[in-house]
């Protein structure tokens, strides 16, 4: 059974930092594409940044590009969101997903397993 499990949200000051984890179990990640999602109230799930499926290369939201890093480990298969200088606007639930067949992508309706997500607030 594919799952992802997300942890490492909370709160935290305007230009602050955060790491986001994400667990994979039933799957073995470097096989997938990965994306890392958020979703502020009243509005879209948006693409944060991902990892291709083929030759593993990160891709960032503008909105977030020189902030935040995305990595995997495949050896725990584990995925990680690395967050600095946090602002306000980024607060939202994040999600991770991933998907078997797209090599890589910023939009959710590509994405097939998801978590649970995890709350992130930015405020002082």
């Known amino acids: 059974q594919v799952q992802l499990v997300e942890s490492g949200g909370g709160l935290v000051q305007p230009g602050g930092s955060l790491t986001l984890s994400c667990a994979a179990s039933?799957?073995?990640?470097?096989?997938?594409?990965i994306g890392w999602f958020r979703q502020a109230p009243g509005q879209e799930r948006a693409g944060v940044s991902c990892?291709?499926?083929?030759?593993?290369?990160?891709y960032y939201a503008d909105s977030v590009k020189g902030r935040f890093t995305i990595s995997r480990d495949n050896a725990r298969n584990m995925v990680y969101l690395q967050m600095s200088s946090l602002k306000p606007e980024d607060t939202a639930v994040y999600y991770c997903a991933a998907d078997p067949v797209i090599p890589w992508g910023l939009a959710a309706k590509f994405y097939d397993y998801w978590g649970q997500g995890t709350q992130v607030t930015v405020s002082s």
């Open positions: 990892i291709s499926r083929t030759d593993g290369r990160t």
């Open positions: 039933g799957f073995t990640l470097d096989n997938y594409a």
